[in-house]
């Protein structure tokens, strides 16, 4: 498992669902999970490990415990009408941030990794994080949110961070 750093066409295609819950997706969550500890994320996403299906991995690891939440195929079914901001940055574009704005409360649907359908309410910086992992199931980063000229002059950052690495 390797992590690929962006900017990297992959971060602009889509996941395919996860059809069947088989020993690949099972080792694929379990990628996920020593990833999201072993960078101390909050959040990972298959595609930062170059596979492209619809799995992410959550843990804010709020008060030093872990609560680890992994998501197979999630899907937004509500959004709230708040809004929140959050400073958000990636372990694929390293040693850059951005403000972003995104609904404050989401309501998630998403299959467990031994195959339950599960709902979740999260708000706060929670709905932020799963917001953030889904973008890029779909094809997006936090970067795509910010005008041209903001998110060239961060891609330029990340290239010469990379660089002293």
């Known amino acids: 498992m390797k992590l690929i750093y962006g900017p990297d066409a992959i971060f602009k295609k889509s996941s395919i669902p996860v059809e069947t819950i088989d020993d690949d997706v099972l080792d694929l969550c379990g990628q996920l999970e020593d990833l999201l500890y072993r960078e101390n994320a909050v959040g990972v996403a298959a595609p930062m490990i170059g596979v492209l299906k619809q799995v992410i991995a959550v843990d804010l690891q709020e008060g030093g415990k872990n609560n680890l939440l992994v998501m197979i195929n999630p899907v937004i079914e509500h959004r709230g009408n708040g809004i929140q901001i959050y400073e958000e940055a990636s372990i694929c574009f390293p040693g850059i941030s951005a403000e972003i704005e995104r609904p404050k409360e989401i309501e998630v649907a998403y299959l467990t990794p031994d195959g339950v359908q599960e ?19 779909m094809g997006k980063t936090f970067l795509d949110y910010l005008s041209p000229m903001k998110r060239k002059m961060l891609l330029k950052k990340v290239k010469k961070y990379k660089q002293q690495i």
């Open 119 to 137: 709902k979740i309410q999260a708000d706060g910086f929670l709905a932020t994080v799963i917001q953030h992992e889904m973008d890029y199931l």
